[in-house]
């Protein structure tokens, strides 16, 4: 079959489409691959930046979309089924194998790009709003990167699940359309968003950018607000003055969602039942952006490197 191989640790061009065996794990499901996501983590990985330090050289894609082409007997799974999966590593090849309790049926109508943009973002996103952050019905959410794959699913999880104002945060406007479109009720630009919006106006911040933004985003807390850490795109990991954090009761919350769900067998499929609901019912419908063939996978993790990107980024094998 036809991967994507990182053999080197030298970025996103030094990688390499190779024809590698097909994975032969009687006790895993096999999945023919229609679409695998590309995400921050494996740009990161192509120059060893990740903590996940794979054995070179290795098949990146951690989550994908497909057609079961075998599973094991009581997994639930027969040929012919349409999954989404967390494969961790793998999915960006024509075949990939994955855990049956990280493998998860499709609902009718959703699209195997749509699929494959789902369970990484979204489950993390569940997991920041709902496990760490607490979102209660009528709260004001606040999110950066509104346009990327994280912060469309953050508009429309909060959206799904009670709250009653969402602001999104852009860098441009054709990327405050994309953030509209998701379901942001307000669209502010990133230079200057504290001004435009006002101190102490939100009860939660999502915030996968960092970078010098930061402050301004602990002023923009209510009282016992929650400012949720998910990542670092901007590249500069902030620091906090934590007097900040006495003068309105706020807190800063990390999210590892990988590194909690993973190691709690059952955790992630308890998310994909909470959130299943709003997928079919279109609440939750992944924003997919580019689309790029398998051989064009450098190009694909380049783009989110460039931080031009809106929606997921996603490969068609």
């Not at 057609?67 to 989404?84: I, K, N, Q, T």
Request: hydrophobic fraction near 45%; proline fraction near 5%; include cysteine.
């Amino acid at each position: 079959m036809r991967a994507i191989h990182i053999s080197t640790l030298e970025g996103p061009d030094a990688i390499e489409l190779v024809d590698a065996p097909e994975p032969s794990d009687d006790s895993l499901v096999t999945i023919e691959v229609k679409a695998a996501g590309v995400a921050f983590p494996e740009l990161l990985q192509t120059r060893g930046l990740y903590q996940m330090k794979p054995d070179l050289p290795f098949v990146p894609g951690a989550e994908a979309a497909g057609v079961v082409e075998s599973a094991p007997e009581g997994s639930g799974f027969s040929p012919g089924d349409r999954v989404a999966a967390l494969t961790l590593l793998g999915g960006f090849a024509e075949k990939v194998q994955a855990k049956p309790d990280l493998t998860f049926p499709l609902p009718d109508g959703v699209s195997f790009e749509e699929a494959a943009s789902f369970t990484f973002n979204y489950a993390t996103v569940y997991f920041a709003l709902l496990e760490r952050g607490g979102l209660a019905e009528g709260e004001s959410v606040l999110v950066h990167g509104a346009a990327g794959g994280i912060g469309t699913a953050a508009i429309q999880m909060a959206k799904a699940f009670g709250a009653e104002r969402v602001i999104g945060v852009v860098s441009t406007e054709a990327k405050g359309e994309v953030a509209r479109a998701a379901g942001a009720d307000e669209v502010v630009l990133a230079d200057g968003f504290l001004e435009t919006i006002g101190k102490a106006c939100v009860d939660i911040v999502v915030d996968p950018v960092g970078g010098d933004r930061f402050t301004d985003s602990l002023r923009s807390l209510k009282e016992h607000g929650r400012l949720l850490v998910i990542g670092f795109t901007a590249g500069e990991i902030p620091t906090v003055k934590v007097n900040r954090l006495l003068l309105n009761n706020i807190a800063v919350v990390g999210v590892g969602w990988g590194a909690f769900a993973m190691n709690r067998q059952g955790h992630v499929r308890k998310e994909w039942e909470a959130m299943l609901p709003h997928l079919r019912s279109g609440a939750l419908r992944p924003v997919v952006g580019a689309t790029h063939a398998l051989e064009d996978a450098a190009t694909a993790l380049k783009s989110l490197e460039g931080r031009t990107v809106t929606g997921k980024v996603v490969l068609v094998p």
